[in-house]
């Protein structure tokens, strides 16, 4: 049995402080500084005109700090699990724009995001707690439909491969890399934490289904064993 959203919910609320860290984003990801700014600058080059910001699971809004480095005017929208995390996100967010910010305290499966409101949704490590093949369309179809024409969705998240050959050799370097940071005992508790809390999907799976909710054009930017950031835009 997978964590429920309360368990996980909780264990946000534990653990706010760690999505706080700008310079080095999450440390259990691999890539996560480089992935924040490769997303940022991605999303600004993508969406030049955008005024409209939405950004899923915003933890302690590093990804939307990122991009408002880019486009300092933007209108944020800020979406998470816990009244925690958006307590430590907002006052971070506010005075880097000129814009608005508002937030939604909601799981992404049950929030209303409107139709055609954002030039950009942003999404960090949070989609892999979808659990099913009907989550998983639900809520890109709702980012979709919730972005204006020329919109655009970015994501960095835990992927799995659908080879059980590649996705061994993906978990053994993972846990290496957690060891080197934390040591044994870290690379466990992340490990069961993962297992616990986690339904993550497959890269082609994941740009398959962008497509099929009708974004015109996808993009991988970069992978790593079990982490990938990617997007897609919407024409």
């Not at 860290?21 to 999450?26: P, R, S, V, W």
């Not at 590649?166 to 005992?185: D, M, P, S």
């Amino acid at each position: 049995m997978k964590s429920s959203v309360e368990e996980i919910r909780q264990r946000f609320d534990a653990e706010a402080a760690l999505y706080t860290n700008l310079e080095t984003g999450q440390v259990a990801v691999t890539d996560s500084a480089l992935c924040m700014g490769l997303v940022a600058e991605s999303a600004a080059a993508a969406t030049p005109h955008a005024s409209n910001l939405l950004e899923l699971g915003c933890g302690g809004g590093n990804y939307t700090l990122k991009l408002l480095e880019r486009l300092p005017n933007l209108n944020v929208t800020l979406v998470d699990l816990t009244q925690t995390m958006l307590d430590l996100a907002v006052p971070r967010v506010r005075p880097k724009t000129t814009g608005s910010v508002q937030t939604i305290l909601a799981d992404i499966r049950d929030a209303d995001f409107g139709k055609e409101r954002f030039d950009i949704v942003l999404a960090s490590a949070m989609l892999h707690h979808l659990r099913t093949d009907d989550e998983w369309q639900t809520v890109f179809q709702k980012v979709h439909d919730a972005l204006k024409p020329r919109g655009s969705f970015w994501i960095y998240d835990i992927v799995e491969s659908s080879l059980p050959e590649l996705q061994a050799v993906h978990w053994r370097r993972y846990g290496e890399y957690l060891t080197a940071i934390g040591g044994e005992a870290y690379r466990d508790e992340v490990y069961a934490r993962i297992i616990a809390e986690d339904t993550p999907r497959p890269v082609p799976y994941q740009l398959d289904l962008l497509r099929s909710v009708g974004f015109s054009e996808v993009e991988l930017l970069h992978k790593n064993t079990c982490f990938a950031a990617f997007g897609a835009i919407k024409r």
